[in-house]
Protein backbone atom coordinates (compact mmCIF):
# COMPACT_ATOMS: atom_id res chain seq x y z
CA UNK A 1 0.00 0.00 0.00
CA UNK A 2 1.28 3.38 -0.67
CA UNK A 3 1.71 5.52 2.22
CA UNK A 4 0.53 9.51 2.39
CA UNK A 5 2.16 11.38 -0.37
CA UNK A 6 5.62 13.20 1.00
CA UNK A 7 5.94 10.77 3.71
CA UNK A 8 8.32 7.45 2.85
CA UNK A 9 6.78 4.28 2.71
CA UNK A 10 5.60 1.62 5.83
CA UNK A 11 8.64 -1.04 6.38
CA UNK A 12 7.22 -4.42 5.87
CA UNK A 13 6.99 -5.27 9.28
CA UNK A 14 5.14 -1.78 9.41
CA UNK A 15 2.50 -2.74 6.94
CA UNK A 16 2.37 -6.57 8.81
CA UNK A 17 1.53 -4.87 12.25
CA UNK A 18 -1.25 -2.68 10.58
CA UNK A 19 -2.75 -6.08 9.12
CA UNK A 20 -2.81 -8.06 11.91
CA UNK A 21 -4.44 -4.89 13.89
CA UNK A 22 -7.28 -4.58 11.35
CA UNK A 23 -7.79 -8.43 11.02
CA UNK A 24 -7.70 -9.36 15.31
CA UNK A 25 -10.61 -6.10 15.50
CA UNK A 26 -12.30 -7.49 12.38
CA UNK A 27 -12.43 -11.06 13.73
CA UNK A 28 -13.25 -10.47 17.06
CA UNK A 29 -16.46 -8.52 16.12
CA UNK A 30 -17.50 -11.57 13.95
CA UNK A 31 -16.39 -14.43 15.01
CA UNK A 32 -20.00 -16.12 16.25
CA UNK A 33 -20.48 -16.18 12.41
CA UNK A 34 -16.87 -18.16 12.04
CA UNK A 35 -18.13 -20.32 14.82
CA UNK A 36 -21.58 -21.29 12.95
CA UNK A 37 -19.94 -21.34 9.29
CA UNK A 38 -17.14 -24.20 10.76
CA UNK A 39 -19.99 -26.17 12.21
CA UNK A 40 -22.18 -25.89 9.55
CA UNK A 41 -19.83 -27.33 7.05
CA UNK A 42 -18.39 -29.28 9.49
CA UNK A 43 -21.84 -31.39 9.86
CA UNK A 44 -23.29 -33.46 7.07
CA UNK A 45 -26.94 -32.99 5.94
CA UNK A 46 -28.39 -36.56 7.14
CA UNK A 47 -29.40 -37.10 10.12
CA UNK A 48 -26.12 -39.39 11.57
CA UNK A 49 -23.81 -37.12 13.59
CA UNK A 50 -20.24 -36.96 12.69
CA UNK A 51 -19.33 -37.44 16.35
CA UNK A 52 -20.85 -39.47 19.32
CA UNK A 53 -22.26 -36.23 21.36
CA UNK A 54 -22.73 -34.01 18.02
CA UNK A 55 -25.65 -32.50 17.17
CA UNK A 56 -27.08 -31.89 13.44
CA UNK A 57 -27.27 -28.91 12.16
CA UNK A 58 -29.89 -28.21 9.89
CA UNK A 59 -29.10 -24.62 8.86
CA UNK A 60 -26.81 -22.16 10.02
CA UNK A 61 -30.24 -20.42 12.07
CA UNK A 62 -30.73 -24.18 13.19
CA UNK A 63 -27.16 -23.67 14.34
CA UNK A 64 -27.26 -20.50 15.72
CA UNK A 65 -30.66 -21.76 17.68
CA UNK A 66 -29.10 -24.69 19.22
CA UNK A 67 -25.66 -23.71 20.51
CA UNK A 68 -27.08 -20.64 22.19
CA UNK A 69 -29.68 -22.80 23.78
CA UNK A 70 -27.05 -25.49 24.72
CA UNK A 71 -24.17 -23.76 25.85
CA UNK A 72 -25.29 -20.32 26.06
CA UNK A 73 -23.91 -16.67 24.04
CA UNK A 74 -20.32 -17.77 25.24
CA UNK A 75 -20.50 -21.12 22.96
CA UNK A 76 -20.70 -18.27 20.19
CA UNK A 77 -17.44 -17.60 21.07
CA UNK A 78 -15.69 -21.18 21.62
CA UNK A 79 -12.09 -21.05 20.23
CA UNK A 80 -11.98 -17.04 20.14
CA UNK A 81 -8.63 -17.02 21.83
CA UNK A 82 -6.55 -19.92 19.24
CA UNK A 83 -9.18 -18.00 16.25
CA UNK A 84 -7.32 -14.46 17.58
CA UNK A 85 -3.96 -15.33 17.68
CA UNK A 86 -4.05 -17.25 14.60
CA UNK A 87 -5.64 -14.67 12.47
CA UNK A 88 -2.77 -12.13 14.09
CA UNK A 89 -0.28 -14.22 13.50
CA UNK A 90 -1.84 -15.22 9.89
CA UNK A 91 -2.07 -11.75 8.84
CA UNK A 92 1.21 -10.28 10.32
CA UNK A 93 2.81 -13.21 8.13
CA UNK A 94 0.84 -12.53 4.85
CA UNK A 95 0.83 -8.90 4.77
CA UNK A 96 4.48 -8.93 5.92
CA UNK A 97 5.79 -10.79 3.12
CA UNK A 98 3.46 -9.66 0.75
CA UNK A 99 4.97 -6.33 1.30
CA UNK A 100 8.34 -7.82 0.50
CA UNK A 101 7.53 -9.93 -2.25
CA UNK A 102 5.54 -6.95 -3.80
CA UNK A 103 8.29 -4.47 -2.95
CA UNK A 104 11.20 -6.89 -4.95
CA UNK A 105 9.16 -6.92 -7.69
CA UNK A 106 8.65 -3.00 -8.08
CA UNK A 107 12.32 -2.48 -8.05
CA UNK A 108 12.98 -4.78 -9.87
CA UNK A 109 11.18 -3.03 -13.09
CA UNK A 110 12.88 -0.81 -15.04
CA UNK A 111 9.86 1.63 -16.15
CA UNK A 112 7.83 1.48 -12.87
CA UNK A 113 4.26 0.64 -13.50
CA UNK A 114 1.69 -1.24 -11.29
CA UNK A 115 1.75 -5.09 -11.55
CA UNK A 116 -0.83 -6.81 -13.78
CA UNK A 117 -3.87 -8.63 -12.30
CA UNK A 118 -1.67 -12.13 -13.02
CA UNK A 119 1.50 -10.37 -11.27
CA UNK A 120 -0.43 -9.34 -8.08
CA UNK A 121 -2.56 -13.04 -8.08
CA UNK A 122 1.48 -14.58 -7.96
CA UNK A 123 3.03 -12.02 -5.23
CA UNK A 124 -0.35 -12.65 -3.14
CA UNK A 125 0.17 -16.68 -3.72
CA UNK A 126 3.65 -16.59 -2.38
CA UNK A 127 2.74 -14.65 0.51
CA UNK A 128 0.10 -16.76 1.65
CA UNK A 129 2.07 -19.78 0.93
CA UNK A 130 5.12 -18.64 3.03
CA UNK A 131 2.77 -17.55 5.78
CA UNK A 132 0.47 -20.66 6.10
CA UNK A 133 3.85 -22.94 6.69
CA UNK A 134 4.56 -20.72 9.91
CA UNK A 135 1.02 -20.44 10.81
CA UNK A 136 -1.48 -23.44 10.09
CA UNK A 137 -0.58 -25.33 13.61
CA UNK A 138 -2.74 -22.01 15.16
CA UNK A 139 -5.31 -23.03 12.62
CA UNK A 140 -5.40 -26.84 13.33
CA UNK A 141 -5.88 -26.31 16.74
CA UNK A 142 -8.64 -23.60 16.57
CA UNK A 143 -10.76 -25.64 14.39
CA UNK A 144 -10.80 -28.42 16.67
CA UNK A 145 -11.44 -26.74 18.95
CA UNK A 146 -14.55 -25.20 17.39
CA UNK A 147 -15.91 -28.76 16.46
CA UNK A 148 -15.09 -30.31 19.67
CA UNK A 149 -18.75 -31.57 21.79
CA UNK A 150 -20.06 -29.70 24.63
CA UNK A 151 -19.05 -32.54 27.07
CA UNK A 152 -15.11 -32.77 25.34
CA UNK A 153 -14.53 -28.55 25.43
CA UNK A 154 -10.49 -27.97 26.12
CA UNK A 155 -8.04 -25.28 26.13
CA UNK A 156 -5.65 -24.32 23.42
CA UNK A 157 -2.86 -25.84 24.81
CA UNK A 158 -4.68 -29.16 26.07
CA UNK A 159 -6.13 -29.32 22.03
CA UNK A 160 -2.86 -29.25 20.35
CA UNK A 161 -1.44 -31.77 22.83
CA UNK A 162 -4.49 -33.74 21.91
CA UNK A 163 -3.28 -32.92 17.83
CA UNK A 164 0.04 -33.87 18.87
CA UNK A 165 -0.89 -37.10 20.76
CA UNK A 166 -3.44 -38.49 17.89
CA UNK A 167 -1.68 -41.18 14.97
CA UNK A 168 0.13 -38.24 13.22
CA UNK A 169 2.14 -37.21 16.04
CA UNK A 170 4.01 -33.88 15.48
CA UNK A 171 2.90 -33.58 12.09
CA UNK A 172 -0.92 -33.71 13.25
CA UNK A 173 -0.25 -29.94 13.59
CA UNK A 174 0.39 -29.51 10.03
CA UNK A 175 -2.32 -31.23 8.47
CA UNK A 176 -4.15 -29.85 5.49
CA UNK A 177 -1.44 -28.06 4.85
CA UNK A 178 -1.65 -28.95 1.11
CA UNK A 179 -5.04 -27.76 1.15
CA UNK A 180 -3.95 -24.70 2.74
CA UNK A 181 -1.51 -23.93 -0.01
CA UNK A 182 -3.84 -24.64 -2.84
CA UNK A 183 -6.03 -22.00 -0.85
CA UNK A 184 -3.70 -19.25 -0.73
CA UNK A 185 -5.30 -18.75 -3.85
CA UNK A 186 -8.56 -16.85 -1.60
CA UNK A 187 -6.36 -14.28 0.07
CA UNK A 188 -4.22 -14.00 -3.60
CA UNK A 189 -7.65 -13.10 -5.15
CA UNK A 190 -8.83 -11.23 -2.62
CA UNK A 191 -5.80 -8.63 -2.44
CA UNK A 192 -5.38 -8.87 -6.32
CA UNK A 193 -8.60 -8.21 -6.81
CA UNK A 194 -8.90 -5.66 -4.18
CA UNK A 195 -5.85 -3.77 -5.81
CA UNK A 196 -6.99 -4.04 -9.17
CA UNK A 197 -10.44 -2.99 -8.07
CA UNK A 198 -8.57 0.21 -6.17
CA UNK A 199 -6.86 1.30 -9.46
CA UNK A 200 -10.34 1.02 -11.07
CA UNK A 201 -12.33 2.45 -9.16
CA UNK A 202 -10.16 5.00 -7.61
CA UNK A 203 -7.21 5.47 -9.68
CA UNK A 204 -4.24 7.69 -8.43
CA UNK A 205 -5.28 8.13 -4.85
CA UNK A 206 -2.86 6.77 -2.27
CA UNK A 207 -5.76 7.13 1.01
CA UNK A 208 -8.47 5.71 0.69
CA UNK A 209 -11.81 6.93 2.50
CA UNK A 210 -13.09 4.31 5.52
CA UNK A 211 -16.59 3.25 3.07
CA UNK A 212 -14.21 3.31 -0.07
CA UNK A 213 -11.64 0.83 1.97
CA UNK A 214 -15.01 -1.37 3.50
CA UNK A 215 -16.55 -1.65 -0.24
CA UNK A 216 -13.48 -2.38 -2.09
CA UNK A 217 -12.78 -5.07 0.66
CA UNK A 218 -16.31 -6.64 0.42
CA UNK A 219 -16.20 -6.94 -3.23
CA UNK A 220 -12.88 -8.39 -3.65
CA UNK A 221 -13.68 -11.06 -0.59
CA UNK A 222 -17.04 -12.07 -1.96
CA UNK A 223 -15.48 -12.54 -5.41
CA UNK A 224 -12.48 -15.16 -3.81
CA UNK A 225 -14.89 -17.07 -1.21
CA UNK A 226 -17.86 -18.37 -4.28
CA UNK A 227 -14.31 -19.54 -6.09
CA UNK A 228 -12.69 -21.29 -3.20
CA UNK A 229 -15.84 -22.36 -0.87
CA UNK A 230 -15.49 -26.32 -1.78
CA UNK A 231 -11.66 -26.40 -0.37
CA UNK A 232 -12.93 -23.96 2.26
CA UNK A 233 -15.00 -27.01 3.24
CA UNK A 234 -12.15 -29.53 2.46
CA UNK A 235 -9.99 -27.88 4.86
CA UNK A 236 -12.62 -28.13 7.65
CA UNK A 237 -13.04 -31.52 7.20
CA UNK A 238 -9.47 -32.26 6.99
CA UNK A 239 -8.44 -30.31 9.98
CA UNK A 240 -11.76 -32.01 12.34
CA UNK A 241 -11.98 -35.11 14.20
CA UNK A 242 -12.79 -38.31 11.27
CA UNK A 243 -16.73 -39.15 11.03
CA UNK A 244 -17.95 -41.94 12.64
CA UNK A 245 -18.20 -44.04 9.37
CA UNK A 246 -14.18 -44.08 8.96
CA UNK A 247 -13.74 -45.81 12.00
CA UNK A 248 -11.59 -42.79 13.42
CA UNK A 249 -9.50 -43.43 10.07
CA UNK A 250 -8.67 -39.17 9.22
CA UNK A 251 -8.90 -38.01 5.88
CA UNK A 252 -5.61 -37.76 4.25
CA UNK A 253 -5.62 -34.75 1.18
CA UNK A 254 -8.61 -32.72 0.37
CA UNK A 255 -9.72 -34.49 -2.56
CA UNK A 256 -10.76 -37.20 -0.35
CA UNK A 257 -12.60 -35.15 2.36
CA UNK A 258 -14.26 -33.58 -1.09
CA UNK A 259 -15.24 -37.32 -2.78
CA UNK A 260 -17.17 -38.27 0.71
CA UNK A 261 -19.05 -35.16 0.96
CA UNK A 262 -20.08 -35.61 -2.67
CA UNK A 263 -20.93 -39.28 -1.74
CA UNK A 264 -22.65 -38.97 1.36
CA UNK A 265 -24.24 -35.52 0.51
CA UNK A 266 -23.99 -34.62 -2.76
CA UNK A 267 -22.00 -32.15 -4.78
CA UNK A 268 -23.93 -28.67 -3.48
CA UNK A 269 -22.46 -29.46 0.05
CA UNK A 270 -19.11 -28.52 -0.90
CA UNK A 271 -20.66 -25.18 -0.91
CA UNK A 272 -22.45 -25.83 2.84
CA UNK A 273 -21.54 -22.63 5.22
CA UNK A 274 -21.22 -20.30 2.01
CA UNK A 275 -24.05 -18.00 3.73
CA UNK A 276 -22.49 -17.00 6.38
CA UNK A 277 -19.24 -17.61 4.80
CA UNK A 278 -19.80 -14.74 2.57
CA UNK A 279 -21.55 -12.72 5.20
CA UNK A 280 -18.62 -12.83 7.17
CA UNK A 281 -16.07 -12.28 4.47
CA UNK A 282 -17.91 -8.85 3.57
CA UNK A 283 -17.89 -7.92 6.94
CA UNK A 284 -14.44 -8.85 7.88
CA UNK A 285 -12.59 -7.87 4.87
CA UNK A 286 -14.10 -4.44 4.98
CA UNK A 287 -13.10 -3.89 8.08
CA UNK A 288 -10.14 -5.32 7.86
CA UNK A 289 -8.86 -3.14 4.79
CA UNK A 290 -10.51 0.13 6.48
CA UNK A 291 -8.81 -0.26 9.53
CA UNK A 292 -5.36 -1.38 7.84
CA UNK A 293 -5.60 2.01 5.97
CA UNK A 294 -6.71 4.38 9.18
CA UNK A 295 -3.48 2.28 10.72
CA UNK A 296 -0.97 2.85 8.14
CA UNK A 297 -2.45 6.39 8.00
CA UNK A 298 -1.06 6.02 12.16
CA UNK A 299 2.01 4.47 11.62
CA UNK A 300 2.92 7.00 8.98
CA UNK A 301 2.42 10.24 11.03
CA UNK A 302 4.42 8.16 14.09
CA UNK A 303 7.15 6.96 12.19
CA UNK A 304 7.75 10.93 10.88
CA UNK A 305 7.31 11.81 14.31
CA UNK A 306 10.16 9.31 15.46
CA UNK A 307 12.00 10.52 12.67
CA UNK A 308 11.74 14.05 13.74
CA UNK A 309 12.22 13.19 17.40
CA UNK A 310 15.30 11.39 16.07
CA UNK A 311 16.83 14.31 14.36
CA UNK A 312 15.93 16.72 17.27
CA UNK A 313 17.76 14.48 19.47
CA UNK A 314 20.81 14.05 17.15
CA UNK A 315 21.18 18.39 16.37
CA UNK A 316 20.85 18.95 20.20
CA UNK A 317 23.85 16.28 20.76
CA UNK A 318 25.96 17.91 18.27
CA UNK A 319 25.18 20.96 19.23
CA UNK A 320 26.37 19.83 22.83
CA UNK A 321 29.36 18.12 21.22
CA UNK A 322 30.47 21.37 19.30
CA UNK A 323 29.95 24.12 22.34
CA UNK A 324 32.13 21.40 24.32
CA UNK A 325 34.64 21.23 21.62
CA UNK A 326 34.59 25.17 21.90
CA UNK A 327 35.13 25.06 25.16
CA UNK A 328 37.74 22.28 25.51
CA UNK A 329 39.79 23.97 22.33
CA UNK A 330 40.89 26.98 23.96
CA UNK A 331 42.13 25.59 26.78
CA UNK A 332 44.47 23.40 24.44
CA UNK A 333 45.76 26.50 23.09
CA UNK A 334 46.62 28.14 26.22
Known amino acids: MA ?14 LAGATGAVLANAIVYPLDMLQVQVKRRPNDPEPLTINAVHYASTLDALKKIVEDEGVIGL ?6 SLIGVASTNFAYFYWYSVVRTLYLSSQKLPKPPSTAIELS ?21 RQQTQPKGDKKGLLDTGREVVHSEDGWTGLWRGLKASLVLVVNPAITYGAYQKLKDLMFPGKTSLRPWESFLL ?3 SKALAT ?3 QPLIVAKVGLQSRPPPARQGKP ?3 FVEVMSYIIEHEGPLALFKGIGPQITKGLFVQGLLMM ?12 FAYLRRLRSAKLQQAANAAAA ?4 VLPAQVK
Open 3 to 16: SKAGQPPLPPWGNA
Open 77 to 82: YSGING
Open 123 to 143: LGAVAGAVAQVFTIPVSVVTT
Open 217 to 219: GAM
Open 226 to 228: IAT
Open 251 to 253: FKT
Open 291 to 302: TKERMEILFVLL
Open 324 to 327: KAKQ
